[in-house]
């Protein structure tokens, strides 16, 4: 009889549906991170010192090779357990009793905008895909109408790049970061909503995984890095602490934090100034 392993989460994403029954598989296995595909949609179990995801379950682990978890795995999640049936062995995860993670979204852009601003592109710049800044700054001019039709643009823009999530798709989500935050206002829901119609016939021009990411995005359901890189972008971080967070935040990955960073910055300069305006107004 094979044997069963139960390990209890640590904490879970705000998006994961409580108690949900379904079946899914394992889409990809990384030394930090299983993805899980359930349902249509990506969950992705997490080692303890990753950043929290809208789907994500993290667990009391520093790396997931132990486990011996393969592609195309059987899944299936149940009354707040998620059993993934391995050749050696069931493995459940236990999320009934974690906490649940949630942004704390800014509610307003303090004074020192630029000069934060100029901080994150000097942290970013060197660290980005050589191609990441002009593609952001194509995206926005599109998206505010400066430019030829955004699916046009967004075309020659997602799955550009090299790796799984390819450095066009970063650059996307980190634009919906920012237009998809409070501080954008009525201007950025509408660029929102733009974004969403533009992607929907897009994402299967990128890899299954970049193309899951960019939907969660589009919905507005945004992981930890993207949601604190726009809070310090609006002041939500002690002087002292911004210039650590905002390096940190870039050098994610090979170019992966870099390249969000590119889409923030570009999209802050169009919506978060005049959110500044507003707040202080």
């Not at 899944?75 to 050696?88: L, Q, S």
């Not at 509408?190 to 929907?200: G, S």
């Not at 589009?218 to 210039?243: I, S």
Request: proline share 5%; hydrophobic share 50%; glycine share 12%.
């Amino acid at each position: 009889m094979s044997a069963t392993t139960i390990i209890a989460a640590e904490r879970v994403g705000y998006a994961l549906p409580a108690g949900v029954h379904s079946v899914g598989a394992v889409h990809s296995v990384f030394s930090c991170a299983v993805n899980l595909e359930i349902e249509g949609e990506m969950w992705t179990l997490l080692a303890s010192d990753c950043a929290e995801q809208p789907f994500g379950i993290r667990l009391p682990v520093r790396s997931f090779e132990a486990f011996a978890i393969r592609e195309g795995d059987g899944i299936h999640t149940r009354a707040g357990f998620v059993g993934v049936e391995r050749a050696g062995g069931r493995l459940v995860v236990d999320c009934r009793a974690a906490p649940r993670w949630a942004p704390s979204p800014p509610d307003a852009v303090l004074p020192g905008f630029a000069a934060r601003v100029a901080l994150l592109s000097q942290a970013a710049s060197a660290r980005a895909w050589p191609s990441s800044r002009l593609m952001a700054h194509d995206a926005m001019r599109a998206l505010l109408g400066e430019s030829g039709a955004l699916d046009g643009v967004l075309t020659g823009i997602v799955g550009r790049g090299p790796g799984l999530t390819p450095a066009g798709d970063d650059v996307l989500v980190g634009i919906l970061a920012v237009v998809a935050s409070p501080l954008a206002g009525e201007a950025g829901a509408r660029a929102t909503q733009a974004m969403r119609r533009a992607l929907e016939g897009l994402v299967l021009r990128t890899t299954a995984l970049s193309g899951h990411m960019l939907r969660q995005a589009a919905r507005g359901l945004l992981g930890r890095m993207p949601h604190d890189l726009v809070g310090a972008l609006a002041g939500g971080l002690a002087a002292d602490e911004l210039d650590c967070a905002l390096r940190r935040i870039a050098s994610t990955g090979a170019t992966s934090g870099a390249d969000i960073c590119m889409g923030v910055l570009e999209a802050a300069r169009a919506f978060l100034r005049s959110g500044a305006y507003k707040a202080a107004a």
